[in-house]
């Protein structure tokens, strides 16, 4: 089954406790990215990576870390989380180009409930 | 300033009803907009896609219309169900790829029977 997993769905850490979540996809495909949504805001992008070892920030990367050193591996990393932090993140993948270079349809995972005590 | 805006925010619609979401954007060039639906605490699911030449496209109970001249989207939900509670949210891809995407903030929509 084509699908993007996120790991762990729910994590409550304390403010300064390093953590990674997970993000894998199962579609080949080249375009995977992070998101943080918070009530009244909305999606918002915090990095991208449009192929390996390709990565670029989005609208708010601060307090943030990814790599992307396999196809099908996107892991978010926070290397000393603050509570403003909080937040539900998703991880997203797609083909990157159609024939005029837009965006194909985002496969999103299910999300990660992160709490920051 | 967001350059995909959508109205209203949030509604309440009666199991049964009709309803008429509004997407408008300034993403140029223009190359592509969807709208993903994205139940309560799970992450959104594409219902329709078109480009530049499409003004209209349906998937079932929804149909989503296109003005690219006016730059406005429409998602129409038909015979409203429970189900249909969720946030929907229009997304817009530039032309020329690089990561140009402009995300809305999401209509909520919740049906009660």
């Known amino acids: 089954e084509a699908q993007v997993t996120q790991n762990p769905r729910y994590l409550i850490t304390v403010t300064g406790k390093k953590l990674t979540v997970t993000c894998s996809q199962n579609?080949?495909?080249?375009?995977m990215s992070w998101y943080r949504q918070d009530p009244g805001l909305g999606l918002r992008q915090i990095y991208y990576?449009?192929?390996?070892?390709?990565?670029d920030k989005g609208d708010v990367p601060e307090g943030y870390k990814v790599s992307r050193k396999e196809k099908r591996n996107f892991p978010l990393i926070l290397e000393s989380p603050s509570p403003n932090q909080t937040s539900l993140y998703f991880c997203?993948?797609?083909?990157?180009?159609?024939?005029?270079?837009?965006?194909?349809?985002?496969?999103f995972g299910p999300g990660t409930r992160l709490l920051v005590l | 300033k967001n350059q995909v805006e959508q109205s209203p925010q949030s509604l309440i619609i009666l199991e049964g009803k009709n309803c008429t979401l509004q997407?408008?954007?300034?993403?140029?060039?223009?190359?592509?907009l969807r709208w993903y639906k994205q139940d309560t605490g799970r992450g959104p699911v594409s219902l329709t896609i078109?480009?530049?030449?499409?003004n209209t496209k349906s998937n079932g109970r929804y149909t989503a219309t296109l003005d690219a001249d006016t730059k406005q989207s429409s998602l129409h939900i038909t015979a409203s169900q429970l189900s249909d509670s969720a946030s929907y949210i229009c997304?817009?891809?530039?032309?020329?790829?690089?990561?140009?995407?402009?995300f809305g903030k999401g209509n909520q929509v919740v049906v009660i029977p």
């Open positions: 997203a993948s797609s083909l990157i180009y159609r024939f005029d270079g837009g965006h194909e349809t985002q496969y």
């Open positions: 579609m080949n495909h080249e375009y």
């Open positions: 990576s449009m192929n390996v070892e390709v990565t």
């Open positions: 997407c408008n954007y300034t993403v140029s060039p223009f190359s592509n």
């Open positions: 078109m480009t530049f030449s499409e």
């Open positions: 997304v817009v891809s530039a032309l020329g790829g690089n990561n140009r995407l402009a």
